[in-house]
């Protein structure tokens, strides 16, 4: 899809919807978790521009490879906040059975892969991914989002040298945010991100993931050259982590803000400012975005919470096809009721 | 019906296979224009090309996390680790993204991919080339752990890790690979996974052991005529328990034979097994004899090998217990 230049009123629209409904979602998520409600959060505000951004280029054959820090580029994909809050639930109605801890999701239905925890472990997957692809004649990309903190893991380093031998479409894009839990990018590396690729022989830009503009203008230049069969490419979109790693730490520890939520540097802020200077929206439309966002989480929060937990006794079940004698002797000893 | 050794035999699988199945593909260092260091996937390049053999860098969680994308979006892939020694890099994902994909997915992702890779000493090849480790992965709830100890399994048993839809870590004996030759078949037939050989009757002892040991301790019975029942373990995960506590029960004396070191080794799960479900058979304690609790040494491999004369003091000691 191409976008820059011809963006519609209705496509910024959407993005901007999407955007208060990600930022909603997640201080929704961390008020419940405060609550006890939901387990564990890892917050994407701050980032929800580059995200969008991706989710507005890729075309429903891209298969995109997350990480767990994604929420709105699951929103501007389509998937239901149901679905991402029977995750963060763990409830029957969970995909992955409640498997996984919050944020980890799979969304295979939209076209998504599946998120673990130990950083970078997924980009040498989407390497065999766009091997798969290619090899069955599959339509489409591979893209995959990961933090600045990868960039220092072997998988990244492996991942981009076996994209760039087989010529492979992978599109990675590096959503710098600043922070590795406590480590800023200036102690991760002495690099710029996006030149790392060169030592692969993969092109890589920077572009503003603040900004909802530039970061189409800059993804859609990478879309493109990886489309074109041309091999991967590299971006690092230079975005910020408004809030903490997780509900798990406290940024006063380790740094000063340097964006928070609503002021004017707040990437939402900036877009809301320029939909509103170009008359493509009006201050009431600000607030009824706002009022609705609130109102379907809140609403969609209550409805999944009276959703039946999982059945105990699947915990035994996925590990193999067809389990062993070992998971069934300790599914019947556990005197976990069927 | 063909007289051949064990590194044919598995060669003979796998070209067979990718003739009926064109989601395989062979992966790995050397796979392709050296046929693999140990010639197991030689001339398969030839005749299947390179998009199907794929000679790969120097870095195998690259092989691996790629065999893994691969598995998951519809191929099959026969990944080659050159030296077990060498996995490590790729344990993570072994660990973490192979045996937890079916998990953490509800199901919805699987990840059918075969892992090969050589084991064990006796081929001089000091302390990178000679490791066994198969408990690193019999640890690990997800996989399916196999090693033959003879051409006729092991050609068999890796017809059976390709149908799994899961991963399989396929550990070759590496002593074994031209150690003999015998009769396997020429068309395809599986090896039950999950399945133990009984390799000999007997009364008196119950000997178990699997891969590169297996012929060493059937040397030793058969040589001292002990009247000993040898059980070829062939799987590690999931252990044929049924097997292993048959034996126990008939015999009472167990002898546990594994080259890989003792302490947590195999002969560690079996001896619990053996203790939950059949102490009161037990005539004698259970004895153990494995490779050393110190790394694999270059220069004195022999010492570090369990052979004839510590498999038949164990033997004796359990005997006149």
């Not at chain 1, 498997?99 to 239905?109: A, G, L, T, Y």
């Not at chain 1, 492996?158 to 590096?174: G, K």
């Not at chain 1, 603040?210 to 990478?222: H, M, P, R, V, W």
């Not at chain 1, 590299?234 to 964006?259: C, M, Q």
């Amino acid at each position: 899809m191409t976008l820059v230049g011809n963006l519609s009123d209705d496509q910024a629209i959407l993005a901007y919807k999407n955007a208060v409904r990600a930022r909603t979602l997640d201080l929704k998520i961390i008020s419940a978790q405060r609550q006890g409600i939901i387990g564990f959060h890892v917050p994407s505000e701050g980032q929800e521009m580059i995200q969008i951004a991706i989710g507005m280029l890729a075309d429903k054959e891209d298969l995109i490879f997350t990480y767990y820090r994604d929420l709105a580029l699951y929103l501007q994909r389509g998937v239901p906040i149901s679905l991402i809050f029977d995750q963060m639930l763990g409830n029957s109605n969970d995909l992955q059975k409640g498997r996984q801890m919050p944020d980890h999701f799979s969304f295979k239905e939209f076209n998504f892969s599946t998120v673990q925890s130990p950083v970078g472990a997924h980009l040498p997957l989407t390497v065999g991914a766009a091997y798969a692809m290619r090899y069955n004649k599959r339509k489409g990309i591979v893209i995959t989002t990961f933090g600045d903190g990868a960039t220092s893991t072997s998988d990244f380093h492996a991942a981009l040298n076996m994209a760039s031998v087989y010529n492979l479409s992978v599109l990675f894009v590096c959503e710098n945010n600043g922070w590795a839990i406590s480590i800023p990018t200036s102690k991760q590396t002495r690099a710029d991100i996006y030149k790392k690729g060169a030592a692969y022989g993969i092109p890589g830009k920077r572009v503003d993931g603040n900004d909802l503009i530039s970061s189409l203008a800059g993804l859609q230049e990478a879309f493109d050259y990886v489309r074109s069969g041309k091999g991967p490419y590299l971006v690092e979109a230079s975005t910020y982590r408004i809030g903490p790693h997780s509900t798990s730490d406290d940024p006063k520890k380790y740094r000063v803000d340097e964006i928070t939520d609503g002021s004017e540097k707040d990437p939402i802020r900036r877009l809301e400012n320029l939909l509103l200077t170009m008359g493509v929206i009006d201050s009431g439309f600000v607030q009824s975005t706002r009022a609705q966002a609130k109102e379907e989480i809140d609403k969609t929060l209550e409805e999944r919470m009276s959703i039946t937990p999982s059945n105990p006794s699947t915990i035994f079940d996925d590990v193999y096809e067809n389990s062993s004698w070992i998971q069934e002797e300790e599914r019947r000893d556990s005197n976990v009721a069927d | 019906m063909s007289q051949i050794n064990l590194v044919q035999s598995l060669n003979r699988s796998i070209d067979q296979l990718m003739a009926q199945d064109e989601r395989i593909v062979v992966m790995g260092e050397d796979v392709g224009r050296d046929g693999g260091v140990f010639r197991v996937t030689d001339n398969l390049l030839n005749k299947y090309g390179d998009e199907r053999v794929i000679d790969t860098p120097l870095n195998e969680l690259a092989i691996i996390g790629m065999a893994t994308g691969m598995a998951m979006y519809g191929l099959k892939p026969i990944a080659e680790i050159q030296f077990q020694d060498y996995i490590f890099p790729a344990f993570d994902q072994i660990v973490n993204n192979v045996a937890k994909m079916r998990y953490r997915t509800g199901g919805r992702f699987t990840v059918p991919l075969v892992i090969r890779t050589p084991y064990g000493g006796g081929v001089k090849g000091g302390l990178y080339h000679s490791q066994s480790g198969e408990s690193y992965f019999v640890h690990t709830a997800g996989l399916t752990v196999v090693t033959p100890s003879n051409p006729y399994d092991a050609r068999g048993l890796l017809v059976s890790a390709y149908k799994k839809n899961d991963p399989v870590i396929f550990l070759e004996p590496k002593r074994l690979y031209r150690a003999v030759k015998t009769e396997v078949p020429d068309e395809l037939f599986e090896v039950e996974i999950g399945k133990a050989a009984r390799l000999k009757e007997g009364d008196d002892v119950s000997i178990i052991t699997y891969g590169s040991m297996v012929p060493t301790v059937m040397n030793a019975v058969e040589k001292n005529g002990v009247n000993a029942e040898v059980t070829d373990l062939r799987t590690l995960l999931p252990m044929d328990v049924s097997a292993i506590i048959q034996t126990a029960k008939k015999t009472g004396r167990v002898v546990i034979v594994h080259e890989a070191p003792k302490t947590l080794g195999v002969g560690a799960e079996i001896s619990a097994l053996i203790a939950e479900r059949a102490i009161d058979s037990l005539l004698a304690p259970i004895v153990r004899v494995t490779g050393y609790d110190t790394p694999f040494p270059y220069s004195h491999e022999e010492l570090y090998l369990p052979d004839e004369k510590r498999i038949m003091s164990a033997v004796n000691r359990v005997l006149a217990y």
